[in-house]
């Protein structure tokens, strides 16, 4: 055999034993559920993972990838106090190794509910949770309103309640539907509202205290749908309006200005004085 031949040959056989590798079906129920250590993580803080917290179901692997240039740990416990709790390490004691280099990754099967926070030990400051829910589906889900031909995502997590619809009152509120009363977190987009300040179901207002602004100016608010009520109608400082404030604005200006052309074109003027 030629050895051109041979070599193409071998290529093939390399090809189809990987094809066949990917091929191979994984289970039903679990899944694999993807997190980045993002660049620059080092000096961020709960931006440091993507997505941040993740959700992932019982039998399901997370995979933390890091993206970042520096190496890092994917250590359970909480941050604040940098006190890893044993549940999971990257790079355990006594010398922290392996780290996770750039470009390597780290993965933990959950095997039970919860909420797992998790922190780097080189850099306490980032600070991630994985959200672990039952097998009977993802508890963060969303419902998108619609203004204007744009649509905005709200996500929601709950495991009593279902959204059903958001619509947005023009330039006054949010109104999300649910299918049942509950236990309700919501986290709401800066560009549809800002500064929540109220959500009532009916006249009961349901907000205690202030909502958390998330880094991306995102509100995340948590209440209890009283029995009985399917709808919240959320108010805050600014609801997005129906027009661009700009091009109201402009739109206001262009009807002012042919007003006042056409009273000066009444009185025989034009812009420039009589004619
Ligand atoms: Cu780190």
Redo the contacts with the bound molecule.
């Keep these: 055999m030629n050895s051109k031949i041979a070599v193409a040959v071998g290529l093939a056989a390399v090809l189809a034993a990987m094809l066949t590798s990917i091929s191979t079906p994984t289970p039903a129920f679990a899944a694999n559920v993807a997190v980045e250590i993002t660049p620059g993580?080092?000096s961020k803080t709960t931006d440091a993972f993507s997505p941040n917290p993740v959700n992932a179901k019982v039998g399901d692997t997370v995979t933390w990838t890091n993206k970042d240039s520096?190496p890092?740990?994917i250590t359970s416990g909480s941050g604040t106090n940098a006190t890893p709790d044993g549940k999971f390490n990257s790079s355990p004691p006594p010398n922290m190794s392996p780290l996770i280099v750039s470009q390597g990754t780290f993965s933990v099967k959950f095997n039970a509910t919860g909420d797992y926070p998790y922190y780097?030990e080189?850099?306490p400051n980032?600070l991630g949770t994985v959200k672990v829910g039952d097998g009977g589906g993802p508890t963060e889900t969303k419902v998108t309103a619609t203004l204007g031909g744009n649509s905005y995502d709200i996500t929601y997590n709950s495991t009593t309640s279902k959204a059903t619809e958001a619509t947005i009152q023009s330039g006054q509120s949010v109104t999300v539907n649910f299918d049942k009363a509950g236990q309700v977190e919501l986290t709401l987009p800066k560009t549809m509202i800002s500064g929540v300040n109220s959500i009532k179901a009916g006249n009961q207002e349901l907000l205690q205290g202030n909502p958390t602004v998330n880094a991306d100016g995102s509100s995340t608010v948590k209440f209890t749908l009283p029995e009985g009520s399917t709808a919240v109608v959320i108010k805050g400082a600014t609801v997005i309006p129906e027009f661009p404030v700009i091009a109201a604005a402009i739109l206001g200006a262009s009807i002012a200005a042919i007003i006042g052309y056409t009273r000066l074109a009444r009185n025989g003027e034009g812009f420039f004085g009589r004619a």
Aim: charged share 0%; proline share 0%; glycine share 0%.
């Design positions: 993580s080092s520096q890092h740990t780097c080189l850099h980032m």
